[in-house]
C-alpha cells in the first residue's frame, strides 16, 4: 500500500526566507503526486501536481516541487515566502491506475512565517 | 471557478444520533470522495463514489456510514449512531473524469460528537 511521510510536522521562516518542505512517498509504480495547501477555515487547495515529464513541475503562488525517483521524494520550494504562505501543507499520492483515485495524504506540515 | 461546497461548516451531535453532511460538487464531475481528518492527525480517505455506487471504501467506512448522491447536485454522507472516535474534519471533493486526476476539495464540515 502506498504511503506518504512528511517528516517536519513544524516549519517556521522569516518572511523572505526560501523554504523547503519534504515529502517522501512508498508506492511501488510511477505515483501520481500532488501538494495541497490548507489556509485556517478553507478547503484544501491543490498548488502543483506532478505525473509525468519533467519532474521540476511549477505551480500557482510561485511554489515549485521536484519529483526524484531515486530518493522517492516531492519536495516542495519557493524561492521567498510571504506572510500569506501561512498554511498546512499536504503532500499527497494516488496509485496509478486507480480508476476512482483514492489519495493518501502525509500528516502535513505547518508553516509559520515571521515578520 | 467553479468550486465544491459543505454544509453545514460546524456540526454538534450526540453521541448516538445521526448526522448528514452535505456536498455540492463541481457540476459535470463524475466522481465523488469524502476524506476525514481528525485533530492533529493524517487527512483520510473514506470513500469514493462513481456512477450512483461506491466505487471503494475504507475500513473507517463501517455500516454506520453511507453515502448518497439523492439528485444531480448533493452528494452527502451520512453517519448513524454516532460515537466520540467521529469527530474529525470532514471534506468532499469531486474530479471530472479519470483523465484529469486532479480531485478539487470542499472547505469541510467541522463534526463534534459529544
Known amino acids: 500500500a502506498q504511503s506518504v511521510t512528511q517528516p517536519d510536522i513544524h516549519i517556521t521562516v522569516s518572511e523572505g526566507a526560501s523554504l523547503e518542505l519534504r515529502c517522501n512517498y512508498s508506492?511501488?509504480?510511477?505515483?501520481?503526486l500532488f501538494w495541497y495547501v490548507q489556509s485556517p477555515g478553507q478547503g484544501l487547495q491543490l498548488l502543483l501536481k506532478?505525473?509525468?515529464?519533467?519532474?521540476l513541475v511549477q505551480g500557482i503562488k510561485g511554489f515549485e516541487a521536484e519529483f526524484k525517483r531515486s530518493q522517492s521524494s516531492f519536495n516542495l520550494r519557493k524561492p521567498s515566502v510571504h506572510w500569506s504562505d501561512a498554511a498546512e501543507y499536504f503532500c499527497?499520492?494516488?496509485?496509478?491506475?486507480?480508476?476512482?483515485?483514492?489519495?493518501?495524504f502525509g500528516q502535513g506540515t505547518i508553516l509559520t512565517v515571521h515578520p | 471557478e467553479p468550486e465544491v461546497t459543505q454544509t453545514p461548516s460546524h456540526q454538534v451531535t450526540q453521541m448516538g444520533q445521526e448526522v448528514i453532511l452535505r456536498c455540492v460538487p463541481i457540476?459535470?464531475?463524475?466522481?465523488f470522495y469524502w476524506y476525514r481528518q481528525i485533530l492533529g492527525q493524517k487527512v483520510e480517505f473514506l470513500v469514493s463514489?462513481?456512477?450512483?455506487?461506491?466505487?471503494?471504501k475504507s475500513e473507517i467506512f463501517d455500516d454506520r456510514f453511507s453515502v448518497e448522491r439523492p439528485d444531480g447536485s448533493n452528494f452527502t454522507l451520512k453517519i448513524r449512531s454516532t460515537k466520540l472516535e467521529d469527530s474529525a474534519m470532514y471534506f468532499c471533493?469531486?474530479?471530472?473524469?479519470?483523465?484529469?486526476?486532479?480531485?478539487?476539495f470542499g472547505p469541510g464540515t467541522r463534526l463534534l460528537v459529544l
Open positions: 471533493a469531486s474530479r471530472w473524469d479519470t483523465s484529469q486526476e486532479t480531485q478539487y
Open positions: 457540476s459535470n464531475h463524475l466522481y
Open positions: 499527497a499520492v494516488l496509485a496509478g491506475g486507480t480508476s476512482y483515485g483514492k489519495l493518501t
Open positions: 463514489f462513481y456512477n450512483n455506487e461506491i466505487s471503494e
Open positions: 508506492y511501488g509504480a510511477t505515483p501520481y
Open positions: 506532478y505525473f509525468s515529464g519533467d519532474t
